[in-house]
């Protein structure tokens, strides 16, 4: 498999968790449209643009379990979610219910609308290492008060690597008749995803992640209540159309003007690819290797698993703490030195080793991530055992 793919043969890439890594075939197809596009701007935007997308989002649709005049595609899930903080009216004393897991860029963003509107964001503390589902359930609601207005979840966690249970989460804040925003970056393609099941207000996820889709490809759900409540981040040809295409929805969020869509366009191809290639079990593969190893690599830096070795915890990464004295150094050492691109997250004063394994990963590749850590352990004070 590792051959399917364009990353650099003389990297050790246990870093898919980022920003994904494209197929040639995929890739290919991106380059095709893109080809499509320069050969002729005009009638590609004007007349084509329209039912690509379409033809497009029908098939990320099914994949993803809604229909598909309910989804439009964005670049990325923080482009998505400023969407939603942007069209949500937030009044002085409001809370944000979030976890001290999500995402820094949607921390970020959460405290940019916060301070401009007196809003709180609380970020909920779940303590590691992870019991149970029902723990992190319990912890999560001890942060609900009167004043809660919106639940925002990442559905798997970016530093941590922990995927969250947010469908009871979901459940019980409809029934508190609060408003749900979920982050599911990491899933699609990665674990297995229905949103019509989930039944969240609104869900953002990427296809360049696990998907393999070419690099900006993403999109937002959004609850048919919902939909013409979310005003367009960038106002343009869509607002007041001459035209008017299936909905208003569509129509401010999905005409933006002067824009590339190539890597959207890709969709059906993506998805193909994952059929032809069986890759549920695929991922079932790597997420086996995943577990393998986990406890092995705590045990290599005395450290405690975040949560218990199941699948109901992890996918095809996993987090692994690290006490290290300059996490920047010990990533720049591990890539310069031993051609390993791994990152060393930070969270909540604490950092983690994070490794990912996809179709182009072996047992091999973790293996020199753990004679590199040893080796450093031994010959350098980056990390501490």
Same mark, same amino acid.
């Given at each position: ?11 050790t %890439? ?9 197929? /040639?075939?995929? %890739?290919?197809?991106? +380059?095709?449209y ?8 005009v ?11 379409? *033809?497009?989002?029908? #098939? ?14 964005? #670049? ?7 969407? &939603? ?11 944000? @219910? ?7 860029a ?5 405290? %940019? ?6 809003? /709180?964001?609380?970020? =909920?503390?779940i ?7 029902e ?6 609601w ?5 004043? *809660? ?15 969250? $249970?947010? /469908?009871?989460?979901?459940?019980k804040?409809?029934? @508190?008749?609060?408003?749900? &925003?979920?982050?599911?970056a990491?899933? $699609?393609?990665?674990?297995? @995803?229905? &949103? ?20 900006g490809? #993403? ?9 013409n ?5 960038v ?5 007041e ?28 191809k993506?998805i193909? %690819? ?11 593969s ?8 986990? =406890? ?10 975040? #949560? ?6 992890l996918? +095809? ?5 690290i006490?290290?004295?300059? $996490? ?8 310069? /030195?031993?051609?390993? +691109? ?14 990912s ?11 020199? @991530?753990?004679q ?8 350098t004070?980056? &990390?501490?055992?």
């Open positions: 498999m590792r051959y399917q793919f364009l990353l650099d043969p003389s990297i %890439f246990l870093n898919h968790g980022s920003f994904g890594a494209c197929p /040639k075939p995929i %890739f290919e197809e991106f +380059q095709r893109q080809l499509e596009l320069e050969s002729e701007p009638d590609f935007i004007q007349r084509k643009q329209t039912s690509y997308l379409r *033809t497009a989002r029908q #098939s990320l649709a099914k994949f993803v379990g809604c229909n598909a005049g309910d989804l439009f595609f964005t #670049s990325n899930p923080t482009f998505a979610i400023n969407i &939603i903080m942007r069209s949500i009216k937030l009044n002085e004393g409001d809370e944000i @219910l979030a976890t001290n897991h999500e995402y820094g949607m921390d970020r963003t959460w405290n %940019f609308y916060c301070k401009k509107t007196g809003a /709180k964001y609380i970020r =909920q503390n303590s590691l290492p992870i019991i149970s589902k723990q992190i359930i319990e912890e999560f001890k942060g609900y008060t009167k004043n *809660t207005k919106i639940v925002f979840l990442n559905h798997m966690s970016s530093a941590t690597a922990l995927i969250f $249970p947010v /469908k009871e989460i979901c459940d804040a409809q029934e @508190l008749g609060l408003i749900t &925003i979920v982050d599911g990491h899933v $699609p393609g990665h674990i297995d @995803l229905n &949103i019509s099941e989930l039944n969240p207000d609104y869900y953002t996820g990427t296809l360049h992640k696990w998907m393999l889709a070419p690099k490809s #993403s999109f937002l759900y959004v609850k048919p209540e919902f939909q409540d979310l005003e367009p981040l106002v343009s040809w869509g607002y159309s001459v035209a008017p295409g299936e909905s208003q929805f569509l129509d401010y969020h999905e005409l933006q003007g002067t824009r590339d869509v190539s890597a959207f366009l890709c969709t059906p993506v193909e %690819f994952l059929e032809v290639n069986n890759w549920k079990k695929v991922s079932d790597c997420k086996q290797i995943v577990l393998a190893n986990y =406890q092995r690599f705590c045990d290599l830096l005395k450290a405690q698993p975040l #949560s218990p070795l199941t699948t109901e915890f996918g +095809q990464m996993a987090s692994v703490p006490n290290t004295t300059n $996490p920047t150094e010990l990533k720049s050492l591990l890539y310069d /030195k031993y051609k390993i +691109q791994v990152p060393v997250m930070p969270l909540n004063g604490n950092f983690y080793i994070r490794y394994v996809n179709a182009y990963n072996s047992q091999e590749d973790l293996d020199k @991530l753990y590199a850590l040893e080796e450093i352990i031994k010959t004070d980056l &990390i501490s055992t």
